[in-house]
């Protein structure tokens, strides 16, 4: 049967690995400083994780037990229909893991695929159908002493068989090197030797009162326009 919708809503949140102290002090700046709260920090045996609001994409910040989780980042998906995704993944010859239902209290939070062939080394791309409301702002954000308005790109590396990958998950969307979504980020995708995130763009007020605010934050000062947290570059641009 001929695919008619993508698998990919649009692109949710990115994820980059601290330590916990590092995350305790990071997402209490980020919020202080007025980017909304996806979710509040939230500190559980081998993950605790915080959501921070970029307009139009959370950045999750989280920790993990090293022994059972070696990635430094991911890009997760909001699925277009939970309800035929595993039927299609299977359709389209997608390999996946099983389904994981979150369910606290009789209150489903969220269900978590995971693709074996986006998953290599370090960095993974898998999809997520949120039932708890995380997508609290945008697409533009709050003001902020930042000055983060949203982030208009996610670029990432792959090789030709993860592209191939990616394609069927699209299908019958069209294949270009900048894939837009009716909501959230772009997705632009260069040649690369494997799997990699290679930086978020950011769209600010003001490069330089960006950097020395989320520096101040706890970012790391790349350059006069990319400040970096855990393994994620965020590049800067002036609107």
Known sequence: MESTQSLVAFADHITTVLTIED??????????IGLPVGWPLSEQPGFSTAGIRLGNLNLELCAVDRQQNALDDWLTFEPTNLDSLESELVARGIEHD?????????NPIYTRVGLPGLSVGKTALQLCHTFYPTRTSGPIA???SAGIQAV???????????????RNL???QPWTESIDFLEGPSLAVSSAQHLEIKSLEVRVDNTCTAV???????????NEHMVQ??????????S
Not at 98 to 106: M, T
Not at 152 to 162: E, F, K, L, Y
Not at 212 to 222: E, F, I, Q
């Open 23 to 32: 995350l305790r002090v990071v997402s209490k700046a980020l919020f202080d």
């Open 142 to 144: 709050p003001k902020n």
């Open 212 to 222: 020395k605010t989320l520096t101040a934050a706890g970012m790391s000062r790349v």
């Open 152 to 166: 208009t790109q996610v670029i990432v590396g792959m090789d030709d068989a993860h592209k191939q990958i990616m």
């Open 98 to 106: 099983p389904f994981d239902a979150v369910v606290i209290q009789g």
């Open 170 to 172: 699209l299908v019958p």
């Open 229 to 238: 947290i855990g393994s994620l570059k965020l590049a800067l641009r002036d």
